[in-house]
């Protein structure tokens, strides 16, 4: 099928449809595109592309209006985010950025479901213990939005393989589990050229930040590595799930500001939250200071 000709059944499948302010749009259905992609040989994001540069938008990211535009749309789809670590951090990011739009996830993560992380990671399940993380991951991208294109790497992201992992990717988002590897994957980011967004999360505490090549970054927040604790107090708090939910939420909605260009930031800033003490602020980092002990 070629293009005009995809347009072109597009434009028969739309329907006319309402927003909840009752402003009009033309829509197009997930059952709808699902066969125009099966039709067309299309991925499902080149048919919700070309519906969206012809006015029609997606009846699944209709709620996404207006606060995004239909060339934001088309910008996520056209986007690609890698996702290091699939846990609690990684499976509310990934899932997150998939219902939003992004087009393509590359998903890294070399672990597998254990017991113990059924309290907090929602790619978790008991029917699935002792699976590879990033295959789970794929497997329910899949179901939520199959117009996204997954990427699986279950390896564990090191200074060596980093830039292969990484290729292609438009922002990077930190989901792991002990300081040094988020140095390495710092190092990897920079040396793509492309933003980070980073997280972590103790008890029902957590921090976040965003990092561009030539910012301060991790060292701000942990001090030099060589310095740094390998891992932080959630050791010692462990990890709930409110607190991993709020801050993969903070990460996902970073990633997508960041590929459209919107600000504010937390680029040079940490935010800080304790859901315990009901507690939020912002701080500026500085490179002379070490923040997280």
């Known amino acids: 099928m070629t293009l005009p000709d995809l347009v072109a059944a597009i434009g028969e499948k739309a329907q006319p449809m309402t927003f909840p302010d009752g402003g009009a749009f033309k829509g197009i259905g997930v059952a709808a595109v699902a066969r125009l992609s099966a039709s067309s040989g299309q991925p499902g994001r080149a048919v919700e592309i070309a519906a969206l540069e012809n006015g029609i938008i997606p009846v699944r990211y209709a709620r ?18 890698a996702v290091v670590g699939l846990g609690g951090l990684g ?4 899932e997150m950025l998939a219902r939003t739009g992004v087009g393509r996830l ?41 117009s996204v294109n997954t990427s ?7 200074a060596g393989n980093a830039d292969d992992l990484l290729a292609g990717a438009d922002i990077v988002v930190d ?13 990897a980011a920079k040396a793509a050229g492309i933003p980070l967004v980073s997280a972590a999360v103790a008890g029902a505490a957590g921090h976040a930040t965003v990092i561009f090549p030539g910012d301060p970054g991790l060292s701000a927040v942990y001090g030099d590595l060589e310095t740094a604790a390998d891992r932080g107090v959630e050791t010692a708090m462990g990890c709930l799930c ?34 315990m003490e009901n507690l939020m602020e912002i701080m500026t980092l500085e490179r002379e200071e070490r923040l997280i002990e």
């Open 91 to 94: 499976g509310g990011v990934a």
């Open 64 to 81: 996404n209006f207006h606060t995004f535009s239909m060339n934001d749309q088309i910008a996520l789809l056209r986007s690609t985010a």
């Open 152 to 158: 699986i790497y279950p390896e564990f992201l090191t």
């Open 242 to 275: 409110p607190g991993v939910a709020l801050m993969s939420a903070v990460e996902a909605n970073e990633a997508v500001k960041v590929l459209l260009g919107r600000a504010p930031l937390l680029r040079n800033r940490l935010l800080l939250v304790d859901l």
């Open 106 to 146: 590359i998903l890294i993560d070399d672990d597998c479901f254990e017991d113990s992380n059924l309290n907090r990671q929602f790619f978790s399940r008991t029917d699935r213990l002792g699976v590879a993380k990033a295959t789970e991951a794929a497997v329910r991208i899949s179901q939520v939005n199959p």
């Open 175 to 187: 989901c792991l589990d002990t300081i040094a590897a988020r140095f390495i994957l710092e190092a």
